[in-house]
Nanobody, 123 residues
């Protein structure tokens, strides 16, 4: 069982930056692949980025490549999403997810989810 808690969301102007954190409970953090997803009002939840359990492999959806960076710190049992050059279309509730595996990009393959954190980018 893994409990995930996101933090770091907020209101930022276009072009600004935010760093999201996802703190995980348990002693098996390093065995879990993890990912960030987002859901905007009226839209389906979509993947933003994913990171392998060892941290050596990452995946980004095309719309955030070059702007967002996913990382993880096993010593702190925490995953991060550094978001730069934010755009109004990045506005959404951001969720972190975890499950045992190597690298997981499908939301349907994640069993553990955080409660979400709101990111709002004003124009």
């Amino acid at each position: 069982q893994v409990r995930l808690v996101e933090s770091g969301g907020g209101l930022v102007q276009a072009g600004g930056s935010l760093r999201l954190s996802c703190a995980a409970s348990g002693r098996t953090f390093s065995t879990y692949a993890m990912g960030w997803f987002r859901q905007a009002p009226g839209k389906e939840r979509e993947i933003v980025a994913a990171i392998s359990r060892g941290g050596g492999t990452t995946y980004y959806t095309d719309s955030v490549k070059g702007r967002f960076t996913i990382s993880r710190d096993s010593a702190k049992n925490t995953m991060y999403l550094q978001m730069n050059s934010l755009k109004p279309e990045d506005t959404a509730v951001y969720y972190c997810a975890a499950d045992q595996g190597i690298l997981i990009t499908s939301q349907y393959k994640y069993d553990y989810w955080g409660q979400g954190t709101q990111v709002t980018v004003s124009s």
